[in-house]
């Protein structure tokens, strides 16, 4: 399956679970194997695009997809999962805190512009501690009562959490705390599925977020720490993958801060980075996440553009686009994304046409 989403100049927005579905018998139940043998569990087609889940020009004003099921698309106007096959979307229930987070950013918009959208694809707002806070008080407030001297060490942190703006920006000092603590208990995978040894224990939990406290002071010397000084960018070369990458990364190296954070906790800006190595390494290095970036307002008689490939569009450490867009992802800004054939030409530091010679292919003569 592939989520298609359009606009156009005239106003009209568009989403689509876009994908080839065949066309099976409803009577199976097709997330579990079935008998092969059996003539009634062949194909019997491909569903045509018409039968495919897809949001046009709803009331909400809005489309959007962060993996998570059509019939939560937007607001008011979704797919209805009744309307079609049981088989067709095997994701139908999943909506995950970052899908959650942007139908609410969407749907509180009140002055929407195109620099509005500018900053929105860079919004560093956590779900995961909006959403808990009123649960970690009264859970705080309960500790306080059955173990005072827990909870005593305890309140500091809990107190930065409560009061804190639940950003993931540079300058936070409560972000390294916060998406510890939850990596502590929820992992680092993309599941937001606490871990068994958590699930409905709120003592276990609290006194999991004095563990890690304690372990960033070992780690960084404070817990307190703003998120950029330890949430790095830094761009290695001739890496063939993540975990390539991640061995490549180096502390001493020239980095920049980042803001941004897992998606499971619900964030727009999607960061994940490397997990801290005691001694060695002890920064947290982006690897996956946001990758290109791009903005576009579809006026009446211009298209305007913007557009980011986190570090640059070449992965050769000797060109000048290596990392030339690196400071641009780290002060969450867009460049020009040239559309017109004039703005381009414009724009252009060097213009090549068939069968000229450049620079390069007359010095290798």
């Not at 679970?17 to 062949?42: H, K």
């Not at 563990?211 to 703003?226: F, I, N, S, T, Y």
Request: glycine share 6%.
């Amino acid at each position: 399956m592939f989520n298609v989403t359009y606009a156009d100049r005239d106003g009209n927005i568009f989403y689509a679970y876009n994908g080839a579905v065949p066309i099976r018998n409803e009577q199976f139940d097709w997330t579990r194997t079935v008998d092969g043998s059996d003539p009634d569990t062949q194909w019997k087609g491909i569903h045509s695009f018409e039968d495919l889940p897809q949001v046009l020009n709803p009331q909400s004003g809005y489309v959007q997809n962060c993996n998570c099921s059509p019939y939560v698309t937007t607001d008011s106007g979704n797919p209805q999962r009744k309307n079609f096959p049981k088989y067709m979307v095997r994701d139908w229930d999943v909506d995950k805190r970052r899908s959650k987070l942007a139908r609410e950013l969407l749907s509180n918009a009140e002055k929407v512009s195109f620099d509005w959208y500018q900053q929105l694809c860079f919004d560093p707002t956590l779900y995961w501690p909006r959403i808990e806070t009123a649960n970690w008080q009264r859970d705080f407030k309960q500790l306080e009562k059955t173990d005072p001297e827990i909870a005593a060490k305890l309140k500091p942190y809990i107190e930065a959490l409560v009061n804190w703006d639940g950003k993931a920006d540079k300058n936070s000092k409560v972000a390294l705390l916060c998406i510890s603590w939850y990596e502590e208990l929820y992992g680092t995978s993309q599941s937001e599925r606490i871990k068994s040894e958590y699930q409905g224990n709120a003592r276990e939990q609290l006194i999991a977020l004095g563990r890690v406290a304690r372990r960033l002071k070992e780690l960084h010397g404070d817990w307190q720490l703003p998120w950029g000084e330890v949430h790095r960018l830094q761009r290695t070369a001739y890496s063939a993958d993540t975990m390539e990458a991640g061995v490549s990364l180096l502390p001493f190296a020239a980095s920049q801060p980042c803001a941004g954070a897992p998606g499971p906790l619900g964030v727009v800006f999607t960061i994940y980075s490397t997990p801290s190595v005691p001694l060695l390494r002890p920064q947290r290095f982006a690897v996956v996440g946001c990758s290109y970036m791009s903005a576009i307002a579809f006026g009446k008689d211009r298209v305007r553009a913007v557009s980011l490939v986190p570090f640059g569009a070449s992965g050769s450490p000797r060109s000048p686009h290596f990392r030339d867009q690196a400071d641009l992802l780290a002060n969450q800004k867009f460049k020009q994304a040239w559309f017109y054939e004039e703005d381009v030409k414009k724009a252009a530091r060097q213009s090549y046409h068939p069968g000229e010679k450049t620079k390069a292919t007359r010095e290798t003569k």
